[in-house]
């Protein structure tokens, strides 16, 4: 498995699993399904409201604490200082865990513009060693630029909406200028891209799945991929990434495929 070292210093695993709109009552046996296919990353909000059954799969798989990298994210009725603290804690219990290796803020809410404050609850928490690394998600760059300029810490990661058709190139860059690991949410478009003649075609000539090439071409980028998949033959697929390289060319071609075209809301006007 690779990792990502982040400004922590903890070491991320570059793909991870996603459990969004996965029901409470599957999201055990997919979390299972997921350790067993040798993903040691998952990644979770309060927000999907399955917690409690991320929880349940990573006790009972046996799996070592030390061994695992969870993520779940603050959400939107939490901002604020205290609302913070109590949310963490919130999600740390129903996870059965006594610290993340990441929380997140789920989206910046601009029109609320509370999430420096909320910041600095997240700051609290990493200094406490509750949380072994902190970052945002849905930041763009106005929004990073006011965590900078306001506060004393550079989030960890940045987790936002990547895949060919919308490769925001210029997030990236920024994210990568400050040293913050860009995080792919959607990396396959939720499977939008699959059926992409260019994203077929390069499958074809690697004997690879569209999945599969689209997530190795998230892994020659740099980014961090958390496909979601209920159905154990692509949770499995979706991890078999790690026997094959892509040519710069065909990288570059998956890239060109970009039309800044969202899955997801807007992070200016969400919220
Ligand atoms: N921070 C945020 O605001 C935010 C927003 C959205 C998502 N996320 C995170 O990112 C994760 C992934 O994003 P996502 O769930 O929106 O989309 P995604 O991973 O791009 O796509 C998931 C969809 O693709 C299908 N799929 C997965 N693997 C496949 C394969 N090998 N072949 C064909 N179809 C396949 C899944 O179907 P089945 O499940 O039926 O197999 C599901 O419908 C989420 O689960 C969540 O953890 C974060």
Known sequence: MNTVTLNSGAAMPQLGFGVFKVPPAEVRRAVLTALEAGYRSIDT???????EGVGQAITESGVPRDELFITTKLNNDAHGTDAAQRAFDDSLKKLG????DLYLIHWPLPKQNRYVETWRALEQI????RARAIGVSNFHE???QRLFDETGTVPAVNQIELHPYL???NLRLFDG????VTEAWSPIARSNV????TVAAIAEKYARTPAQIVLRWHLELGNIA????VTPQRIAENFAVFDFELAPDDVAAISALNRNERTGPNPETFG
Do not use: F, V
Request: net charge negative; glycine share 12%; no cysteine.
């Open 167 to 169: 490769t925001q190139d």
């Open 97 to 100: 865990l006594d610290y993340l």
């Open 177 to 180: 200028k400050h040293g913050i």
């Open 226 to 229: 958390i496909p979601k998949s």
């Open 142 to 144: 106005s929004h990073l």
């Open 45 to 51: 909000a309060a927000m999907y409201g399955n917690e």
């Open 126 to 129: 990493a200094g406490d060693g």
């Open 194 to 197: 699959l059926t992409d003649p």
